[in-house]
């Protein structure tokens, strides 16, 4: 059974820091893509960012290029997202997420979802 479980959200002030973490486990993901989504209230989940676990290829959606940095510890079977400057709009529970490909991962609802960890950032 793949378990995905996401942890590091909190509260931070507008262009503070925080540090997304997934591990994942129940399977081998080494031909799988990890990623995180988001969805504020009122809003519909989106994309924010996917790397591919065995070439590291990674995917931004563009409001969070250059903020975000997504990585992963392949002995600890974790996926981080290092969030920089961080913007009120950026309050959402962000979903830890597992697909075929990054690219899969935008187009397609992937199949192995976490249960979600809430950041919130106060201007």
């Known amino acids: 059974q793949v378990t995905l479980e996401e942890s590091g959200g909190g509260l931070v002030q507008a262009g503070g820091s925080l540090r997304l973490s997934c591990v994942a486990s129940?399977?081998?993901?080494?031909?799988?893509?990890l990623g995180w989504f988001r969805q504020a209230p009122g809003k519909e989940r989106e994309f924010v960012a996917a790397?591919?676990?065995?070439?590291?290829?990674?995917s931004y959606t563009e409001s969070v290029k250059g903020r975000f940095t997504i990585s992963r510890d392949n002995a600890k079977s974790t996926v981080y997202l290092q969030m920089n400057r961080l913007k009120p709009d950026d309050t959402a529970v962000y979903y830890c997420a597992a697909g075929s490909s990054t690219a899969t991962l935008r187009t397609v609802t992937p199949p192995y979802w976490g249960q979600g960890t809430q950041v919130t950032v106060s201007s």
């Open positions: 790397i591919q676990w065995n070439t590291l290829s990674t």
């Open positions: 129940g399977r081998s993901f080494s031909n799988y893509a």
